[in-house]
């Protein structure tokens, strides 16, 4: 039997109409937006359906929505393949907590809690100390590792051998991506983010998440979850609350992520959420492996029927 690994989506892959056809089709998936709405205090599927894209993009808005959007997908999933047997969950970022609640650590109601005061309190982290992000393609570690060192900047999302975003203050970022570029990068590109997320900037946000989570119960992984910071798997709930507020401030470890389930014996992954970014990312680190993207009910159809050949 094949070894299969869900991985779910990450800030920045949210457009407008995410979600709909998912909600108007299955009444579970349209539940969830309802008990989401119910929590946030506003219409989340109609902001999902109709936008405006700028509103979607706010932090506070986005890390709820593509939540919501992304367990409806597993949702769906779920209903018309109930025997799918999964190895191990993980997300990016943002992602990494809807892998959180698809393996039974936290309800989804506490989950959107957490999102949403995680989303505005990086906003406000944001407005506090400007910065940015710029990805890097084409440049190896050991040079990257110089620009971040004469920059003052971190790494933070290790994507791939190819691809590796760095994260700081704004004037320090435009530095690095001169400096990456005089190094020989194939290709930057400034990331359109409201600021320096996976860096030490985010450390404001990190204190408000942990006072968040403190008064929350979490359960052990029903399956195992791959970590963000470490790339091993969560173990007690006291350890998850504090790797999840160590993510804010640390790199995320995808490549390491996708070499421990490859270690695992993972060969297929399940990308549930807006956008195809993580299946494209899969591919560059582990050319072997076969993936399938779900983020409306077409892109279901197509996912089941290369599962379940």
Not at 47 to 57: D, K, M, V, Y
Not at 141 to 166: D, F, P, R, W, Y
Not at 188 to 217: W, Y
Not at 243 to 271: D, P
Request: a neutral charge; aromatic letters at 4%; glycine letters at 8%.
């Amino acid at each position: 039997m094949k070894q299969r690994a869900v991985v779910f989506a990450g800030q920045g892959a949210q457009f407008v109409g995410m979600g709909k056809d998912l909600a108007a089709v299955h009444p579970e998936c349209k539940d969830l937006f309802d008990r989401a709405s119910a929590v946030l205090g506003y219409d989340l599927a109609k902001l999902c359906a109709e936008g405006p894209i700028e509103e979607i993009t706010k932090s506070d808005k986005c890390q709820p929505a593509v939540f919501v959007t992304s367990a409806a997908c597993y949702t769906a999933l779920r209903k018309l393949y109930p025997e799918l047997q999964v190895s191990g969950f993980a997300g990016l970022s943002l992602g990494e907590w809807t892998a959180l609640w698809a393996a039974g650590v936290l309800s989804f109601e506490d989950t959107v809690k957490v999102l949403q005061i995680r989303g505005k309190a990086m906003q406000d982290a944001c407005n506090e100390r400007p910065g940015g992000m710029v990805s890097v393609m084409g440049l190896p570690m050991a040079e990257l590792e110089k620009v971040c060192a004469t920059a003052g900047v971190q790494m933070a999302n290790i994507n791939s051998s190819e691809q590796i975003v760095l994260s700081g203050d704004k004037d320090k970022i435009a530095e690095a991506e001169k400096l990456a570029q005089a190094a020989g990068a194939k290709k930057t590109v400034v990331l359109p983010v409201a600021g320096a997320f996976h860096s030490p900037l985010m450390a404001p946000a990190a204190g408000k998440l942990e006072q968040i989570l403190a008064g929350m119960t979490l359960q052990k992984p029903l399956v195992p979850v791959l970590s963000n910071v470490t790339a091993k798997p969560h173990g007690e709930p006291a350890e998850i609350k504090a790797q999840m507020i160590r993510q804010l401030t640390s790199s995320v470890q995808w490549v390491a992520t996708i070499e421990g389930f490859k270690q695992a014996g993972v060969t297929e992954y399940i990308e549930c959420g807006p956008g195809k970014v993580l299946a494209g990312l899969i591919k560059r680190i582990d050319k072997d492996a076969s993936s399938v993207s779900i983020q409306d009910t077409p892109t279901l159809d197509k996912a089941l029927a290369v599962l379940k050949a």
